[in-house]
């Protein structure tokens, strides 16, 4: 078990004064409880260090938040830049402007921009500027898909009353069959779909899309005037530089990007089709901070390194071979690991491993060698990962693997 | 069906006869089957009715005033059942972890599984998870229980001896913070990162079983 005497200590304190210590997704109990540190102290590249001082090589980069390595000094001196004339006013900076324009010059759809702090703010925005511009009320959603914290979405459990979800309704990820009887159902009344670029949920396999699933949804829209729109917070500059809907070969009609965007500067963006324009001038849309010129300034400056380092090329390419040895690691030890998904955001899933109770193991041994595997979210490769770092995730998981086997062959006799 | 203003004394009612099957033979621990009658009124063992509110009161403080006619028709089972009352619940108070937290925690579990089948949003969010087996285990002691859902019963809780397959398992570290964790007076966020509570398998499935064993937890009376 690793030292976590500081972690703990501090954990104490946060749970005197915050409820559960640690909430949402980064809680002590959505992840491995006694094993993962409850606080960081700082992060460099693709490593960070928690508070009592041991160093992690990373594969969750802030849950996403992170793509070109914690303290990017092109993206942090960017902010720098920005420092001495301050981030928040009463009126937005000139930064909001470049900001906008960038996106719409760098995603072939958009015709214009907006900004928030999280996907959250976004997603729930963009389904009701479909709202407003279809007339409807209906949203349709992928069974088991996050698009946030409001009550529409969130997973959680409390503190929701019925009609908080009257009007979502649900199909599985790649059943159109299904999609389509849903919209035969409520003909006229469905304002949009509202999907991520692929499947990929908690706690299961990532699932891409198959044969012509995004055409058909894309042509199912069309036809029937809804919105399509795209919740790209998670997966965005992972897959392509473009956004994710040129990976898949798509266009939706709305989309919604953070986490990448800001680097781990707080910043969310809905960019969309001119049709949409009118919708989204008339949803209210305003937050305390959103106008940040910090965000806005680091924001610029990652559209500018996903340009000029193919960063989604580049952690595709990362995480193929990354995930090409693991899962030949995880083999000759006997584990039959799967790494799920786009490889630049892999989910490890364990066949036959249906209650997780292997992935738990696995993770918890391969923290003990310093490794931050998450075993119930999907992964994320930091492009600030390179050579030596993949060598030694290899050799780290290799010894990991290795003992999980020991282990495992222990039990057994 | 149970509607939902009556399920916190139902939940403890069942929750003191699980104690009492446990404790006394089935004779006596029959005295305390339960009973939902019309009018706002539980029956105990078939004899003693009580309001509601009385029956209420009688958990609460142990003061509940039973209606006179099943106390003159049935005195020495009423004698019986006021007997037993008494002795579970001086093992609620009872600081003899490792003798009687496997008890109070049995009664901790029906009062969940009660609410799992009878409270609308308790028993909805565990709609998908009717094919799933949840086990409690308290270290040392080898107490094992499982909860299951059967078409027959719905959500029930088991002793079992044997380890067998589930699809989660919540393991206490030993019978004092099992006992803590029935009474409602652990800190289960805190008891997580101290390993007091393992939580192994189906995570959400733990998760919905936290949140429903919060709200039992909030509503139902204990006995006193």
């Known amino acids: 078990m690793n030292n976590r005497k500081q972690s703990d200590l501090l954990f104490r304190r946060a749970n005197q004064v915050i409820p559960t210590g640690i909430y949402g997704h980064v809680a002590p109990g959505a992840g491995l409880p006694l094993d993962f540190p409850h606080f960081c102290q700082s992060g460099n590249g693709c490593r960070f260090i928690d508070v009592d001082g041991k160093e992690w090589l990373d594969f969750m980069c802030g849950f996403g938040a992170v793509l070109h390595g914690y303290r990017n000094p092109l993206i942090d001196g960017s902010v720098e830049k920005q420092h001495p004339y301050g981030a928040v006013f009463n009126q937005p900076s000139q930064l909001m402007v470049e900001l906008a324009e960038k996106l719409v010059e760098q995603i072939d759809f958009a015709e214009w921009a907006v900004f928030a702090k999280n996907g959250s703010d976004l997603t729930t925005w963009a389904i009701r500027v479909a709202r407003e511009q279809t007339g409807r009320e209906y949203v349709i959603k992928a069974r088991g898909a996050y698009h946030g914290v409001d009550a529409w979405c969130d997973p959680g459990l409390g503190g929701r009353i019925a009609s908080d979800r009257s009007h979502i309704l649900e199909f599985e990820w790649n059943d159109f069959d299904q999609l389509e009887s849903l919209f035969r159902k409520y003909s006229g009344k469905i304002a949009a779909v509202i999907l991520t670029p692929y499947h990929h949920p908690s706690f299961g396999p990532s699932i891409l899309p198959i044969g012509s699933f995004w055409n058909d949804v894309e042509t199912l829209c069309r036809s029937y005037g809804t919105a399509l729109v795209l919740d790209d917070v998670r997966c965005g500059w992972r897959l392509h530089d473009g956004g994710s809907h040129k990976y898949f070969g798509f266009t939706p009609d709305l989309a919604i990007y953070s986490k990448a965007l800001g680097n781990g500067y707080a910043i969310s963006a809905c960019i969309g089709s001119g049709f949409f324009r009118a919708g989204a001038s008339e949803v209210f849309l305003t937050g305390s901070c959103w106008n940040d010129a910090f965000a806005m300034a680091a924001a610029l400056a990652c559209l500018k390194l996903v340009k000029d380092q193919e960063t989604a090329e580049s952690v595709l390419r990362k995480g193929t071979l990354f995930c090409e040895q693991l899962e030949s690691i995880a083999q000759k030890c006997g584990i039959p690991l799967r790494m799920t998904g786009v490889r630049s955001m892999p989910y490890p899933w364990i066949e036959g491993d249906d209650n997780y109770y292997q992935i738990q193991t696995l993770c918890k041994i391969a923290a003990s060698y310093g490794l931050y595997f998450h075993p119930h979210h999907n992964w994320f490769i930091s492009n600030a990962m390179n050579d030596q770092d993949l060598e030694q995730a290899i050799l780290l998981s290799t010894e990991a693997f290795e003992h999980y086997e020991r282990e495992n062959l222990s039990q057994t006799k | ?224």
């Not at chain 2, 149970?2 to 929750?15: D, G, K, M």
């Not at chain 2, 397959?165 to 966020?189: E, H, M, Q, V």
Request: aromatic share 10%; glycine share 6%; with cysteine.
């Open chain 2, 1 to 224: 069906m149970v509607n939902e203003t009556r399920l916190p004394i139902w939940a403890a009612a069942q929750s003191i006869h699980a104690c009492g099957r446990v404790l006394f033979p089935d004779r006596i621990a029959s005295c305390l089957t339960p009973q939902l009658l019309s009018k706002d009124e539980i029956s105990l063992g078939n004899s003693l009715v009580f309001s509601d509110p009385q029956f209420r009161n009688l958990l609460k403080s142990g003061l509940g005033m039973p209606k006179i006619g099943g106390l003159l028709l049935s005195p020495y089972r009423s004698f019986c059942i006021f007997s037993c009352l008494w002795k579970i619940g001086k093992l609620y108070k009872s600081k003899k972890s490792h003798t009687f937290a496997p008890l109070i925690l049995r009664g901790s579990l029906e009062a969940i599984c009660t609410y799992m089948n009878f409270h609308q949003e308790a028993s909805r969010i565990f709609g998908t998870e009717k094919d799933s087996v949840l086990s409690i285990n308290i270290s040392e002691t080898y107490t094992k229980y499982l909860i299951r859902y059967q078409s027959s019963s719905g959500w029930s809780v088991k002793y079992v001896e044997e380890s067998l397959n589930s699809s989660a398992s919540l393991t206490f570290k030993d019978p004092a913070i099992a006992r803590k964790a029935a009474l409602g007076k652990l800190d289960s966020w805190l008891a997580l990162t101290t390993g007091e509570i393992l939580l192994a398998g189906r995570i959400p499935m733990l998760d919905k079983f936290g949140y429903v064993a919060r709200i039992a937890q909030r509503e139902v009376p204990l006995p006193k």
